[in-house]
């Protein structure tokens, strides 16, 4: 929901090497999720135009892919609704961007190696 962070994150990320696709609203990312087929998908819970954890339902009836929700929503309630509905893991904010990463990693079964410098 949050233009300036959501590029922020694309930048942190693709500085680590991983190709990013960023979204601004729920439309937007369902439509792109219906023709693209992506290793992991981050979505916020408070997306403008639609509630992130009705995409992660979609996602979850078509396909593994592996869901994060990043989001303000940092209660154990919403903790707990996320993961029930499918979510494979749930980052409250704020965060630090490089634990974001290794949960990235760890979903994906990729080994952390740090950038040269």
Do not use: W
């Amino acid at each position: 929901d949050d233009s300036r962070l959501r590029e922020l994150l694309k930048d942190y990320l693709t500085e680590k090497k991983l190709v990013v696709y960023a979204c601004d609203d729920f439309y937007n990312a369902r439509e792109i999720i219906q023709y693209f087929i992506f290793d992991l998908i981050i979505l916020d819970r408070m997306m403008p135009t639609g509630d992130g954890i009705k995409l992660v339902s979609t996602i979850k009836q078509n396909s593994k892919t592996p869901v994060v929700m990043l989001t303000a929503m940092g209660e154990d309630i919403n903790k707990i609704e996320g993961l029930k509905i499918g979510a494979d893991d749930y980052v409250s904010k704020p965060f630090e961007p490089e634990e974001l990463y290794l949960r990235i990693l760890n979903l994906l079964n990729l080994n952390y190696h740090p950038l040269e410098l």
